[in-house]
Nanobody, 117 residues
Framework: QVQLVESGGGLVQPGGSLRLSCAAS????????MGWYRQAPGKQSEFVAT????????NYADSVKGRFTISRDNAKNTVYLQMNSLKPEDTDVYYC??????????WGRGTQVTVSS
């Protein structure tokens, strides 16, 4: 089992920045990829970014490329999402995701990001 806890969400003005954190615990040695997804009420979940646990390979949605940066600190078992130049359309609940052995997916409870003036 893997537990994920997100933090760092909040209210920010357009053009501002936030950094989300996702702390993993439990069977973390089984994790191969971690990432972020976002979802607004009544809408489908949207891929944001992923990073491999060992190789540091990253992948981003086109909508966030150049503005968001995903990184990891394996010593702290934490993945970060640095979000810059935020737009109102970035408003969502952001969920941390981990893919472990046998492609088992784990999810955090989410953290709200609101971009508004």
């Amino acid at each position: 089992q893997v537990q994920l806890v997100e933090s760092g969400g909040g209210l920010v003005q357009p053009g501002g920045s936030l950094r989300l954190s996702c702390a993993a615990s439990g069977s973390i040695f089984t994790i191969s990829v971690m990432g972020w997804y976002r979802q607004a009420p009544g809408k489908q979940s949207e891929f944001v970014a992923t990073i491999t646990r060992t190789g540091g390979y990253t992948n981003y949605a086109d909508s966030v490329k150049g503005r968001f940066t995903i990184s990891r600190d394996n010593a702290k078992n934490t993945v970060y999402l640095q979000m810059n130049s935020l737009k109102p359309e970035d408003t969502d609940v952001y969920y941390c995701n981990a893919i472990a052995q046998r492609a088992t997916a784990y999810w955090g409870r989410g953290t709200q990001v609101t971009v508004s003036s």
